[in-house]
């Protein structure tokens, strides 16, 4: 069972981390030029992105390349808090809170794309507040996770299917024309399907 709920944490430290790693290098509509000022429309479509390359679904990224795209974009100090409610096919519930650093994301994140299978994602940005200096945000997303995993009771190993609905909170600021995170908080419901 330990082995199980330690799989379920890998699943909602994508969750959890989803939308806390808003990082990227914006282009902006001027041409090229570097951008001085955040955006709804910028931080909206690097979400979707960075469902790409936290999927592993980026193409021309392998594991090293994802592993660094990260690195460049988490602020050093980042701390990201995450409250997990795991239910159980057999009834079982848990709750556990994680807190991680960059490193320890990260390193979640390259789980995530080993053992979830046949993964289905679906984001909604449900707010996003730009402050008066353009250079920081506070940004609010949902997220829905669908997917197998793959567990071993007793020398069997199979997969079930699980669910994860997310809500996190987050805080992001333009440095040198890159955004980057600098921490955020996340509540994850995963639910836990009988196998077949």
């Keep these: 069972m330990m082995g199980r709920s330690l799989e379920l944490m890998g699943m909602a430290s994508f969750n959890v ?54 690195m460049d974009h988490i602020d050093d100090n980042s701390l990201f808090t995450a409250t997990v409610n795991i239910a159980q096919a057999n009834g079982d519930e848990n709750q556990q809170t994680l807190e991680m650093n960059r490193m320890n994301y990260i390193s979640h994140i390259l789980q995530e794309i080993k053992g979830v299978q046949e993964r289905e994602s679906h984001l909604n940005i449900e707010y996003v507040k730009i402050n008066e200096d ?30 994860g609905m997310s809500y996190c909170e ?17 509540t994850t419901n995963i639910t836990v399907a009988e196998s077949f």
Aim: aromatic share 8%; glycine share 12%; net charge neutral.
């Design 170 to 186: 987050q805080k992001v600021a333009l440095r040198n024309a890159t955004m980057k995170v600098s921490g955020g908080n996340c």
């Design 17 to 70: 981390f989803l939308g806390m790693v808003l990082t990227v290098t914006f282009l902006n509509q001027g041409g090229g030029n570097k951008p001085s000022r955040l955006s709804e429309e910028s931080v909206s479509a690097f979400i979707q992105e960075m469902a790409e390359v936290a999927h592993g679904k980026k193409e021309g990224l392998d594991q090293y390349g994802i592993t660094t795209w990260f």
């Design 134 to 163: 353009g250079r920081t945000a506070s940004v609010i997303y949902t997220s829905i996770d669908k997917g197998r995993m793959p567990v071993a009771d007793q020398g069997t190993e199979y997969t079930v299917p699980v669910t």
